[in-house]
Every structure is written in C-alpha cells, then in structure tokens.
C-alpha cells in the first residue's frame, strides 16, 4: 500500500525559519519519525511526499540520511493542502492509500493498525471534545452537545478511486475543503470513526514543538 506523507505547508504559525517537518529533536527530523513508523508497518512499503518545489531537495537530503530514500517518490505540492493532496494522488499505485501529515510524528503502530483495518471508503481516527463548544459571533447563539462531536485526525485511510473521483468533483466546481474524510462524506460516501491518540499532536505553534519534544524524550517508543 501506498502512504501520502504531506510536507509542503509553511511554518508560519511556529515562527521559524526552518520547515516544522525538518525541525530535530534527538538529531531526528519531525518528519522522519512519521516516515519511519508508516514504513515499519507491513502493509506500507511505500511514501509520496508532497513538498514545496524549493524544499524538495532539503527533504530528500534527510531522507537519504536515514536511508529512506528508496521507499519514497517526491511530488511538488500545490497552492494549499487539497491540491497537494489532489497532485499526490496521481502517484498512487495502490487500491487503497493512507493520508498522514509529515508535522504529527507521533503516531502509533496501534493507530496505524485501527485505521488500516476496516475497509471501508474512508476510515479515520477521532478524539473526544474536552470542553464545551458553542456557536455564535459576539453572542453565543447556540450551545453544542460535545458528546456527539469528534476531534478529526490523521492518518486517514480511503479507497483509492474514491478519493481521486472526490477531489475531482471539487476541483471541476471549484469547491474546497480542509479535510479529506469531509470531503468524501460530502460525496455520499461512508466515513468510519475509529479511536484516536490524543498524543497524535499536529506541530502549529511552538507550544505543540514544546510537547512534541517532551513527549519523545520521555518515551522509549519514538
């Protein structure tokens, strides 16, 4: 099976100068602990990285420094997350392909396995709302019940052809939509919830590196 592995997004919102994905922690790439763990599982042997056009090389160097480089095909992302995921898809091989982020590296083998193994359109990991959700500009207009709402998360697994005939409805009626498991909803399509890591942090700001960093340092397992 094949795995997209995102990593074309800015490190804007981190306020450095260094991709987030390239950032060290224990002289390991962010995103070498992704790339490793998704190789490591028995029904993954290989990734498409989705990376900005003047990062590639950067990332391909890393890659070859943790002698990955020979699992991997490079692709040049797009404007934004749907189109380098859209651009990644024409490298797909495989009937069914997983979707991960290159800026959460903490995944498990025991998420890898949860979301591999039901075989439905698309199947993704969920996390429990801890606080109370409300909708409203200054006023709130109306309170969410937080027991019916799930915090989506990554990696996602889908049908292959599904997903591609999803991106291309919203591309020909240009449409968009941040997440991959929404947009194959929209298309009529089942989406399975199956339980997630609350340690699955995505990198954003540098509180979450902060976490991140601590969370490696005091397992055994990264």
């Known amino acids: 099976m094949d795995a997209i592995l995102l990593a074309a997004g ?6 450095s100068d260094t991709d987030k994905q390239l950032h060290r922690v224990n002289r390991k790439p962010l995103i070498i602990y992704s790339a ?8 993954i042997d290989r990734l498409i990285i989705a990376s900005r056009d003047n ?3 950067a990332l391909q160097e890393v890659f070859k420094e943790f002698s990955l480089l020979q699992y991997c095909e490079f692709v040049s992302g797009g404007k934004d997350r749907q189109e380098s995921v859209r651009r990644s898809l024409s490298a797909v091989r495989s009937d069914r392909v997983l979707l991960h982020e290159g800026a959460r590296p903490l995944i498990s083998d ?4 949860r979301v591999l193994t039901p075989e439905t359109a698309c199947v993704t990991p969920t996390v429990p709302l801890p606080f109370t959700v409300a909708i409203g500009d200054t ?20 049908d292959t052809a599904k997903l591609i ?28 919830f199956v ?11 540098p509180s979450d590196l902060v976490l991140v960093e601590s969370i490696i340092n005091a397992s055994g397992s990264f």
């Open 10 to 15: 800015s490190s804007s919102r981190l306020g």
């Open 36 to 43: 490793k763990r998704l190789l490591s599982h028995i029904k």
């Open 165 to 192: 005939g999803a991106h291309a409805h919203l591309s020909s009626r240009e449409l968009s939509a941040t997440d991959d498991s929404a947009l194959i909803f929209r298309m009529g399509h089942s989406v399975k």
């Open 55 to 57: 990062g590639i090389d």
């Open 110 to 113: 025991a998420l890898i396995e």
């Open 139 to 158: 006023f709130m207009e109306k309170e969410l019940d937080r027991t019916s709402l799930h915090n989506i998360q990554l990696p996602q697994a889908f």
């Open 195 to 205: 339980e997630g890591e609350i340690t699955n942090i995505k990198v954003t700001y």
